[in-house]
């Protein structure tokens, strides 16, 4: 009998205890899609300590995202340093069962709140390989479907740079040296994000649901400036200049409903932006409105000192008093956790501070559903590499190229070229290489040379399918002369450029295409009708070459689908390109931009050549 009574005690206290289970999860708001935002957030936030704040603002690589690290600091926030993901060649269905698997020990934890999985995919996915490469911050709305495919929910794009300095090695991710066109190209932000329903507060977040990720725009503010075109350098301009020049996009990006903003390694006249508080809190949280969350770059914090790491502590503090609210430490998160939570302790860093940082990142998680919908959607899978990413990637391709001379003589033009032409050379460097087709941030973060690191058509297997089956294509990476005039070619294309990089290590004094590029260009086009095409982040010196070429095409990055520059070589589309910055004639005349006195440029600012699609061309 008292066993029996034993057995019906027992199930009581259960059901006590599931009951009391369930009154609690009732009444906890921040579980409620139903509730609205702000109630959410502050439920939520009443119920977290101060561990779990300051959890919420650490973002970490996903090498240190062990079961063990997630429970035990509350981290919040992971990313995939470029390239680093499950394994390499890594299907999209490893990459979405990693995410999902650091995402369930996340919603394990007392709270259960969800991480922020983020990566820097700037020209489609382009950690992840058989992706579909853009050129460089053009396709939102694709990149965000294979972004979600792998449950990826935030991105370390676009960049807003106005880049001043082509010498600089980020200024392939700038969309121009001019501030309008910059602001113009925020319009990716809708296509990463969604568009911003109408009503919407000034100044707050807004992020699609199931198709869409969060937007970061990079780097606030005036990377783009800095002295000689050097990364992190000093910037040197008024509060004026900086505001008409690097500033403008941002105020498009906060009324386009960016999600977040990432502060920038450089100076603003000698002051470092990440201990900026004027900057940061005064002008972007306060006068700009913004009120998603600020984001530091990549262990910036440490170069706050010089040298880095100095003095820890004092960064921290003055990265926190700042305004910054997410802070990337890849490695060295144990080190920032207990030296912030001790500046709180002690009362250094208001707890003020930190709930405004915690209420900003949660106000994200919260709009971008992730609460809701933290995994990873696989019925996305089919989208990497799909037909359609690769025909928009191809329409992307021809709609930037830039045609810089077309002829010797303005009445014979060489472009469009035959298709029918008995017998045609490809040469260069980059005729048959899609890591020098993609560039830096692609797999790897300096990117790669060859063909063996990702999926897609190079420029020389794009023409070989262009043109007609009885034409005979010979591709010799750098032929001599004396091979050239041997053979009788029709005409020649010639693809030489800059190899792969990425920030500082694309820092150049002298901008030159690398070698053997001027030997081909001199070899073939001193032999025979040649176009050459450029494949550069930037504009690089070609002023010694362009006599001797019968036409001139930049390229720039266009990644994947090389088949695109076939389009138009081969007129099956016309060239429409502008140049969004100035071409110069030598380095000595760096910075040159648009409007400058003394403008001399090998091509101006807003040149390029238009053509229509027309028929065959006879030889």
Not at 602 to 619: M, N, V
Request: charged share 25%; net charge positive; glycine share 8%.
């Amino acid at each position: 009998m008292m066993r029996y009574f034993s057995v019906y005690i027992t199930s009581c206290i259960l059901a006590l205890c599931l009951w009391a289970s369930l009154t609690d999860a009732k009444h906890m708001k921040y579980k409620d899609p139903k509730q609205p935002l702000e109630a959410r957030i502050k439920d939520l936030m009443k119920r977290m300590t101060l561990e779990e704040k300051i959890g919420q603002m650490t973002l970490i690589e996903k090498d240190n995202a062990t079961p063990e690290v997630i429970k035990k600091y509350f981290i919040g926030n992971v990313m995939s340093a470029v390239g680093n993901g499950p394994e390499p060649k890594a299907s999209v269905e490893a990459w979405a069962k990693m995410v999902n698997r650091l995402q369930k020990e996340a919603l394990s934890t007392r709270l259960g709140i969800p991480i922020l999985y983020t990566t820097d995919a700037m020209h489609g996915n382009n950690n992840v390989y058989n992706a579909t490469i853009y050129p460089h911050n053009r396709i939102g709305a694709a990149t965000a479907l294979e972004l979600r495919a792998t449950g990826i929910r935030h991105t370390l794009a676009p960049d807003l740079a106005v880049c001043r300095d082509p010498r600089w090695g980020r200024c392939y991710e700038s969309y121009s040296e001019d501030p309008r066109i910059v602001q113009k190209m925020t319009e990716i932000i809708p296509g990463l994000q969604g568009d911003i329903p109408a009503g919407s507060p000034k100044g707050f977040p807004f992020v699609g649901k199931k198709t869409k990720v969060g937007s970061c725009t990079k780097n606030f503010v005036g990377d783009g400036g800095t002295v000689n075109g050097i990364n992190e350098n000093n910037t040197i301009i008024s509060y004026e200049g900086l505001r008409r020049i690097h500033m403008a996009a941002y105020f498009d990006a906060i009324r386009k409903g960016v999600a977040s903003i990432m502060l920038s390694f450089t100076s603003w006249n000698g002051k470092k932006v990440h201990a900026n508080h004027d900057l940061v809190t005064k002008l972007l949280k306060e006068e700009m409105k913004f009120k998603g969350f600020v984001s530091t770059d990549w262990s910036a914090l440490d170069k706050i000192t010089d040298p880095p790491h100095a003095n820890y502590t004092y960064s921290v503090e003055a990265g926190i008093l700042a305004g910054a609210d997410m802070v990337m430490v890849p490695h060295n998160y144990s080190e920032f956790i207990t030296t912030l939570t001790s500046l709180v302790n002690h009362k250094h860093i208001p707890i003020g501070r930190i709930d405004d940082a915690v209420h900003r990142i949660l106000r994200v998680k919260f709009i971008m559903d992730l609460f809701e919908n933290p995994l990873a959607d696989l019925s996305l899978a089919s989208k990497i590499n799909s037909r359609e990413h690769r025909e928009l990637a191809r329409e992307a391709v021809r709609k930037s190229l830039v045609l810089l001379k077309n002829g010797k003589e303005d009445n014979k033009p060489l472009l469009p070229l035959s298709k029918k032409a008995p017998k045609i050379l490809v040469a260069g460097s980059h005729a048959d290489n899609l890591g020098y087709q993609c560039g830096g941030w692609t797999i790897k973060w300096q990117g790669g040379n060859g063909n063996n690191f990702t999926v897609g058509t190079t420029i020389l297997t794009a023409i070989k399918k262009t043109v007609d089956s009885r034409t005979k294509v010979v591709y010799k990476e750098d032929p001599d002369p004396k091979f050239v005039k041997s053979n009788k070619f029709s005409y020649a294309i010639v693809v030489v450029g800059e190899a792969s990089y990425a920030e500082t290590w694309g820092d150049s004094k002298n901008l030159t295409i690398i070698e053997p590029g001027p030997r081909t260009i001199k070899n073939v086009c001193g032999a025979v009708k040649c176009v050459v095409v450029v494949i550069s982040g930037r504009p690089v010196v070609m002023e010694p070459y362009v006599n001797i070429t019968d036409a001139l095409v930049a390229a720039w990055l266009p990644g994947t689908e090389g088949q695109g520059v076939a389009d138009l070589l081969f007129g099956d589309y016309g060239f429409t390109g502008k140049l969004a910055r100035t071409w110069f004639k030598s380095v000595a005349q760096l910075p040159m931009n648009v409007g400058d006195e003394n403008y001399d440029p090998l091509f101006p600012f807003g040149f390029g050549i238009s053509t229509k699609a027309r028929g065959e061309k006879d030889y």
